[in-house]
């Protein structure tokens, strides 16, 4: 017989739908829990480097201007001068009217010697470039977390691909993941925790599930942070709270949510070179630009988000906002804070180049639309791409009130799971919320139960 405690326990574990080895790696993380079999083409991918560091073949990785993609090529590129491979970073701009990914006038004139290209965080969004890459014989690898679009499938490492552990990865996760498996050929123990970290702060800035591998890279990673000698993880260290949801909020808020602003202001090799530099002076020198940055982006957005405040939100539909002045680069940020604060989807849309309004998509937990939105957009969109519940979208400014139009009238709906209460079956309160702390930390895609007395 099942006493009180242990019922509701059982229950809890329902409602997550974990499994017993699932409930077991949360309440004990550890990376020997890690699922012992790397993402497919993995190894194959790490092989290749190897040869290509024997051979001394040239490598470029094209990069995502925000954390993760940052943080992933940081962690590959640091992987791959390890093996004194001759590999430099370049960044396929974010926030234009094409979306994240590669396109010929990224590549163009830049080849020369070139043998291997890793895209990271980000793909091949033109078929041009698949054709000029065969034509001068030159190697492409994809590791992305976003769906496969061009290239060898067998080149890819994908989050999306079919298989379960791996299919709440952020990039940064594929790059630790591929860090691992170079860890076994040369073993630095160092370098490993520095990728943790790395990786850690990543997987929060990109809000990606917070269950399984994710949640073990996010806790042991934390535990790690506040061990670093790493100078400029150091000067955003603060003092460790004991409590890992208020160490995880503190660390989204002082030190995620700064690092994101420099890459966004186009300056991500500021954010690269930074993030494993061991010297103290350049340290000391990218974090003031940090603080510059995040000042900026706080007052920035601040007034963007007082602006859509003049606009009454309507309940069980899209939200689209769209003003003259609002700015491309806080998009993303706006619309995550509308939809958290309203618990509704919302569209933020700002003026980018060449006619057109770059926007960015967030909804709440419990409603995906990017597909919805898809189909909606499809004659009008002139780039969609992204996450079920975080996505960018680009359209031409003329086509703005048609969009608008057509988006706040798409029929959306919410899991109902959120809505599901937990009963307590005469368990006092304090013990129920006892063992719910014990699953602490909560985040995307791993909710505290509401509890019905
Ligand atoms: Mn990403």
């Known amino acids: 017989m099942l006493n009180k405690k242990q019922e509701f326990r059982k229950r809890l574990i329902k409602y997550w739908g974990f499994t017993e080895q699932e409930n077991e790696h949360a309440l004990h993380p550890s990376l020997e829990n890690l699922n012992k079999t790397p993402p497919p083409n993995t190894r194959k991918f790490v092989k290749r480097i190897i040869k290509a560091s024997e051979n001394q073949e040239k490598i470029i990785i094209f990069g995502d201007n925000d954390l993760d993609g940052c943080m992933s090529s940081g962690i590959l590129l640091d992987c791959l001068k390890a093996f004194n491979c001759e590999a430099e970073i370049i960044f396929a701009k974010h926030h234009h009217n094409d979306g994240p990914g590669i396109r010929k006038k990224h590549i163009d004139g830049k080849l020369e010697n070139v043998k291997i290209i890793i895209t990271i965080d980000c793909s091949v969004r033109d078929e041009d470039v698949i054709k000029e890459l065969d034509k001068l014989n030159i190697d492409l690898w994809t590791i992305d977390h976003h769906p496969y679009l061009f290239g060898t499938k067998e080149q890819c490492v994908n989050s999306t691909f079919t298989g379960n552990h791996f299919k709440h990865y952020c990039a940064a996760g594929l790059a630790f993941r591929i860090s691992l498996e170079f860890q076994k050929i040369k073993k630095n123990t160092k370098q490993i925790e520095n990728h ?57 808020k002082k030190a995620v949510s700064p690092l994101n602003s420099p890459p966004r202001y186009d300056d991500p090799h500021l954010t690269v070179s930074s993030l494993f530099c061991k010297r103290s002076k350049k340290a000391e020198e990218i974090t003031r630009k940090i603080k510059k940055y995040n000042k900026k982006r706080i007052e920035e957005s601040k007034k963007m988000f007082k602006k859509t405040n003049n606009q009454k939100i309507k309940k069980n539909c899209i939200n689209v906002f769209y003003e003259k002045k609002f700015s491309p680069i806080y998009v993303s940020q706006i619309a995550g804070r509308i939809s958290f604060e309203e618990k509704t989807p919302s569209i933020v849309f700002a003026e980018s180049d060449e006619g057109c309004l770059r926007g960015s998509a967030r909804s709440p937990d419990g409603c995906e639309i990017r597909d919805l939105v898809i189909n909606g957009l499809k004659d009008i969109a002139i780039d969609i791409g992204g996450h079920p519940q975080a996505f960018g979208l680009t359209i031409k400014k003329d086509d ?29 309160y304090e013990d129920a919320l006892k063992i719910m702390n014990e699953y602490e930390p909560y985040g995307s895609g791993f909710r505290k139960p509401t509890i019905h007395e």
């Open 196 to 252: 943790l970290v790395g990786c850690m702060l990543a997987t929060i800035a990109d809000s990606v599930k917070l269950r399984g591998d994710n949640r073990t890279i996010v806790i042991c990673g934390i535990e790690k942070w506040f061990k670093t000698d790493l100078p400029v993880f150091k000067l955003l260290n603060f003092e460790d709270r004991k409590n890992i949801s208020k160490n995880l909020f503190t660390i989204r």
């Open 400 to 428: 703005f009130e048609k969009a608008k139009k057509i988006i706040e009238t798409i029929p959306i709906s919410f899991n109902t799971k959120n809505k599901e209460f937990l009963t307590l079956n005469g368990l006092p």
